[in-house]
């Protein structure tokens, strides 16, 4: 069974730019997670998307932004970037009947 | 506010030298707890879940336990590959279900 799959691996954005990350769940599992997390650093709680409706927000600003599709797969977007977004992104899904959250690779953006 | 503090930040073993890790938490009313297994540059990997004070499980060289304001991460016997950073989370009744605050982790080294 294919795990959670997240799209790109690398990334290298420019200040004030614009950046989109992918993540595809676990075959069945209808909630995903995302998570910012930075060196040395626990992951930090940003989305969940549950039936392609928001049901939680982390503290972070207006700029990071996300959605879900009706496949349950998911993007998060963040607008204007700055320096301090540099980090390794994480989804996580979770299946229907447990609280068990699996994570992908993340994705691993650099802000220059 | 919810909060996770790991101990000790990092961990130097000889290969066979058994220890603990130590995750100690304060919310508002336990969901679950959860360890995660991170290697250098990936996902973190999910290891177990515990419900209720007493509650233990166990996974290979690993034993995991909880009590009302803390968990153990026991490792028994270590070895080379045990080497890596583990994540202990916590899930709050009063946060949304994907919301996972994290500790900020016990860094193991396991030497032969």
């Known amino acids: 069974d294919a795990g959670v799959t997240q799209s790109p691996t690398h990334l290298i954005k420019t200040r004030g730019q614009h950046v989109t990350l992918r993540c595809s769940p676990i075959?069945?599992?209808?909630?995903v997670s995302w998570y910012q997390q930075v060196l040395g650093q626990g992951p930090q709680f940003i989305f969940q998307y549950y039936e392609k409706e928001e049901r939680g927000r982390g503290n972070f600003p207006d700029r990071f932004s996300a959605r879900q599709f009706p496949n349950y797969s998911s993007e998060l977007n963040v607008n204007a970037l700055l320096l301090g977004d540099s980090a390794l992104y994480l989804c996580a899904s979770t299946g229907p009947s447990a609280y068990e959250q699996y994570f992908g690779p993340g994705t691993r953006l650099t802000v220059t | 506010e919810d909060q996770v503090t790991q101990s000790p930040e990092a961990l130097r073993l000889q290969e066979g030298e058994s220890s603990s890790l130590n995750c100690s938490y304060t919310v508002s009313g336990l969901r679950g707890l959860f360890w995660y297994r991170q290697d250098p540059g990936k996902g973190p990997e999910f290891l177990f879940t515990l419900y209720s004070a007493g509650e233990e499980k166990e996974k290979e060289r690993l034993k995991a336990t909880l009590t009302k304001k803390e968990s153990f991460l026991h490792i028994t016997a270590p070895k080379p590959e045990d080497s890596a950073t583990y994540l202990c989370a916590v899930q709050d009744y009063g946060g949304s279900q994907g919301n996972l605050i994290f500790g900020k982790g016990t860094k193991l080294s396991v030497k032969p």
């Open positions: 075959s069945g599992h209808k909630s």
